[in-house]
T-cell receptor
Framework: KNEVEQSPQNLTAQEGEFITINCSYSVGISALHWLQQHPGGGIVSLFMLSSGKKKHGRLIATINIQEKHSSLHITASHPRDSAVYIC????????????FGTGTRLQVFP | GAGVSQTPSNKVTEKGKYVELRCDPI?????LYWYRQSLGQGPEFLIY????????DSGLPNDRFFAVRPEGSVSTLKIQRTERGDSAVYLCASSLGLAEADTQYFGPGTRLTVL
């Protein structure tokens, strides 16, 4: 079982829909990261959070430390949001590294 | 300012050959990370540098893999006697290195194909 798991693996949506991607982790963490990866490999860090909620534009990330669960929400989705969204954890036992989930491939159609 | 850069963007080599992959981190970032991403998978940690020293190399799969960062800036990942299973995208990231869990800034990756 992976230490960081995401669902769904694939997600399609119509433009304008509200999207939720979920991440569960089994290790104690210092921080939880949400990353965006576009075709061609470039990875962009969206959020780093250790409690509560963060918002940036149409993106919202939440984390529940007790339940070891985080969600990434996209409001009013747009085709340009199409990408792979990756959840990654900085484990408390080793803050040198990130443990990655396998990603959620999102396609937003016009 | 400039982000993390990696060269080459693509590398095709034959089984058994030696390859070097280069990472140029963001200026002033003391922490540098190498990851490997196989097709359809999330990235996997390889090695972490704090300054010039490899603070954690626990992710290197075997002794064919080695990385250096001699002046605390540019890093080179070296793979000897390449195997087909080494084919992947090799990602580099850097961070300020000041906090326990800094935001990491990723380069575009080097796609390595071993024939």
């Amino acid at each position: 079982k992976n230490e960081v798991e995401q669902s769904p693996q694939n997600l399609t949506a119509q433009e304008g829909e509200f999207i939720t991607i979920n991440c569960s982790y089994s290790v104690g963490i210092s921080a939880l990261h949400w990353l965006q990866q576009h075709p061609g490999g470039g990875i962009v860090s969206l959020f780093m959070l250790s409690s509560g909620k963060k918002k940036h534009g149409r993106l919202i990330a939440t984390i529940n430390i007790q339940e070891k669960h985080s969600s990434l929400h996209i409001t009013a989705s747009h085709p340009r949001d199409s990408a792979v969204y990756i959840c990654a954890a900085t484990p408390r036992s080793n803050t040198d590294k990130l443990i990655f989930g396998t990603g959620t491939r999102l396609q937003v159609f016009p | 300012g400039a982000g993390v850069s990696q060269t080459p963007s693509n590398k095709v080599t034959e089984k058994g050959k030696y390859v070097e992959l280069r990472c140029d981190p963001i200026s002033g970032h003391t922490a540098l990370y190498w990851y490997r991403q196989s097709l359809g998978q999330g990235p996997e940690f390889l090695i972490y540098f704090q300054g010039t020293g490899a603070a954690d190399d626990s992710g290197l799969p075997n002794d064919r893999f080695f990385a250096v960062r001699p002046e605390g800036s540019v890093s080179t990942l070296k793979i000897q006697r390449t195997e087909r299973g080494d084919s992947a995208v090799y990602l580099c990231a850097s961070s300020l290195g000041l906090a326990e869990a800094d935001t990491q800034y990723f380069g575009p990756g080097t796609r390595l194909t071993v024939l």
